[in-house]
C-alpha cells in the first residue's frame, strides 16, 4: 500500500515536472528545434512557382533542385526549366554554419559564363516571386531574440506562437512572427513586418508529408498583404537521402545543366 | 533558291530533333534602330533563333542555327553552334563548332579570345550573338572542382569587320595612294597552322580563378606597310609617292588569368592577360614594314555591389605597350572604364540598366540606357539607345555620327 501511495506521487510528480519542461520551453528554445529539426543529408525536388497578381494573372517559374547538407556546409544547386528566356539558368549556393558569408555563383547560359554573385542581396525577390533569397534559406535563431507569445491552435493544429525581432536593425523585416507546431516542431503559418512595423506578408504551409521518416513541406503560400500579390511554391517528385554526390555541386553541373 | 536551301535545313533540324526527342527554344526578334542625327534607320532585322539541344547521360548535341533577315530582304543563315558532347566519369569532350568563353570581365576581352568576335555592328550585339563559333575539339577533365581544359582549333578564324558601306566602316586615310595585296590575309588550314589554348579553373569558397595559356594567331591583321617613293622633278626631292598595303595575320603566345572573390559583400574581379610579340605600326623610318613588335599587356579590375536594390558594376581596364618608343602610332597606355548599373522592378517585369564604356585616355564614351518590360514569361520590349560622344578620334567618338534609339521586340520559346 505504501509502495503503491509512493509510485502514484512518483507518477504525478513525473507527469507534472513533464508538464513543466514543455511550460518552460523558451522562444528561443522553440525556433531551435525548428532550426535543428532534421532534413536529411540530401534532398533532391522539382519546384514550381506559380505567381499570382492583384488582377489574378499568372506566372509560372520550373526548376529541379538539388541540396547536400554535412553539418558544416549546406550546398544547393537549381536548374532552371522554365520560362523559356532563363531556361538552362543555373544557380549555386554555398551555406555555412560557421557564420561565413554564403558563396553564390550563377551560370547564364547565354552569356556561357559562371559569375560569382555578391550573398549581400538576401533581401531581393527571388525570380519576381514574393519569397526573397532570405526567406527560402534557413535562418539561423542567434541572428534574431525570440520570446514565446502564447499557444494558439490553428486549423486545428496545436502552435507555439513565437515573435523574432532581429538583432541587426538594418535587416528587411522588423519581425517575424511564428506559428509552430507544437508536436512536429514545424512552421505553419508565418507573418512578416516591414521596417515601419506593418503587416507585409503572410506565408502559410499547405501541404507536407513523411518521405524516408523525415518530415518535408511539399507546398506553401506566401502573400503580399501590401501589393496583393501571392506566389503558391510546390515541390513534387521529392527524394531524401538519395545519396546525391558532390559531383553534382560543381562547376561543371552547372554548365552542362540537370 | 537560298531561301529554299535554308528552309530545308531548318526543316532537317526540327525532324533531326523530334526524332531525338531533343529540347526545342529559341527566339523570335524583331530589331529597329533610327539614327539621331539624320532619322536615317541605322538598322532594321529580323532574328530567327533555333536551339535544338539534348543531353543524355553519356552523350549529348547542340544545334544552334541563327537566321538574320535585313531590310533589304537580304538572309543571312548563321551556324552558331553544332557540336557532339561525349561525357565521360571523370571529364568531357566536345567536338564542332563551338562558342567558348573564358575570363570574368563583362563587355571586354582579355583572356576571353578563343572565340573569334564579329564587329560587324561594333560592340553592339549581345555579347552572345557578338562571339562567332569556332571548330573546335575540347577536352575537360575535372578534379573536384577544378577542371583543366584543353583546347585544340584545326582552323584560325579571323575577327570579322565592318565592310565598307556600313555605318560601322572606317575609311582609313593614307598620306599616298594606297594599294593592297590580300595574298597573305588568310591562314591555310592545317595542322601546322592550327591554334591550341589550355585553361586551369578553380572554384573554392575563398576565390575562383583561371589560368591560361595559348598559342594562337593576332584575330586582327597585321598591316604591313612598304613605301614607294619618287622624285620631285622640280625640287629634286624625294616624296611619298605611294603605299602597298599587305595584311597579314601573325603568331601569337599569351598567357594569362582571371580572378573573383567576394570581399564584406563586394565582389572583386581582376584578369589579365600578356602578348608575347604582336605588331604595332610605326612612324620609325628604318623599321621593316612599318612595324614594331612589342609585347602587350593588358588587364582589368573590377567591382560588383549593390546599393539598396540598384546593382552597381564597375571595371577598370587597361591596354600597355611595352618597351615603348614615341614613334609607336597607338598610345603607350589605353585606359578604360565601364559602368554599369541594374535596377528591377514591377515584379520582376520591369528593368532599367545602364551600361557604359568610358575612354580616359580619348575622352570619349559609349553609353547604353535601356528599359525592357516583360508583358510575360516569353515577350518582352526592349528600348534603349546608344550614345556616341567625345573625341572623334576615339574608339568610341569616332562613331557619334551613329548613336541611335532602338527598339527589340522579342517572342522567347
Known sequence: ?258 | MKKISIILIFSVFILTGQAQNADFSGFVRNYTGVLYKTGDLSILQNTFNLDVSKTGQKIGFKVNPMLYHYWSDSLDLRLREVYLDLYFKNFDVRVGKQQIVWGKADGVFITDVVSPLNLEEFLLPDFDEIRTGVEAVKLDYYIGNNTLEAIWIPQFTPTEAPKPGSIWYIQPHFPAPATFDWSKSSITPSLKNSEAFVKYTALTSAVDFEIMGGYTWDANPTMHVQKEFAVNLQTHQPYLAGLNITPEHHRLYLAGGSFSTQIAGFVLRGEGAYYNGKYFQTEDPTAVDALSQNDFLHYLLGLDFNIGKVKLSTQFVQETILNYNDLIVNPEFQNTMTFLARYDTQDDLLHFELFSYIGLTDTDALIRPKITYDFDDSFSILLGSNIFVGDRDGRFGQYQDNSMIYMKLKYSF
Open chain 1, 1 to 258: 500500500m505504501k509502495n503503491l501511495k509512493i509510485t502514484s506521487v512518483l507518477i504525478i510528480l513525473a507527469m507534472i515536472s513533464g508538464f513543466n519542461v514543455s511550460a518552460q520551453l523558451t522562444g528561443l528554445q522553440i525556433i531551435e528545434k525548428v532550426y535543428n529539426r532534421p532534413t536529411g543529408n540530401d534532398q533532391s525536388s522539382n519546384l514550381t512557382m506559380t505567381l499570382i497578381n492583384a488582377q489574378g494573372k499568372q506566372r509560372v517559374r520550373k526548376l529541379t533542385q538539388y541540396l547536400t547538407d554535412n553539418g558544416t556546409l549546406e550546398k544547393k544547386i537549381m536548374f532552371f526549366t522554365a520560362p523559356a528566356d532563363v531556361k538552362g539558368t543555373s544557380f549555386m549556393n554555398w551555406s555555412y554554419s560557421n557564420g561565413k558569408p554564403d558563396d553564390q555563383w550563377i551560370y547564364l547560359p547565354a552569356l556561357k559564363k559562371i559569375k560569382r554573385i555578391s550573398s549581400d542581396s538576401k533581401g531581393d525577390y527571388f525570380m519576381g516571386s514574393d519569397f526573397t533569397y532570405d526567406d527560402l534559406g534557413d535562418r539561423h535563431p542567434s541572428q534574431d531574440t525570440h520570446k514565446l507569445l502564447r499557444e494558439e491552435t490553428v486549423n486545428g493544429v496545436k502552435c507555439y506562437v513565437v515573435q523574432s525581432i532581429p538583432k541587426d536593425e538594418d535587416y528587411m523585416y522588423s519581425k517575424t512572427i511564428t506559428w509552430i507546431n507544437k508536436a512536429t516542431f514545424i512552421g505553419v503559418k508565418k507573418e512578416f513586418y516591414d521596417e515601419d512595423g506593418d503587416l507585409l506578408k503572410i506565408m502559410h504551409v499547405n501541404s507536407s508529408k513523411k518521405i524516408n521518416g523525415i518530415i518535408v513541406v511539399t507546398k506553401i503560400t506566401m502573400q503580399n498583404k501590401q501589393k496583393n500579390h501571392k506566389t503558391i511554391m510546390s515541390l513534387s517528385n521529392v527524394k531524401i537521402n538519395s545519396g546525391i554526390p558532390e559531383t553534382k555541386f560543381t562547376e561543371r553541373m552547372m554548365m552542362r545543366g540537370i
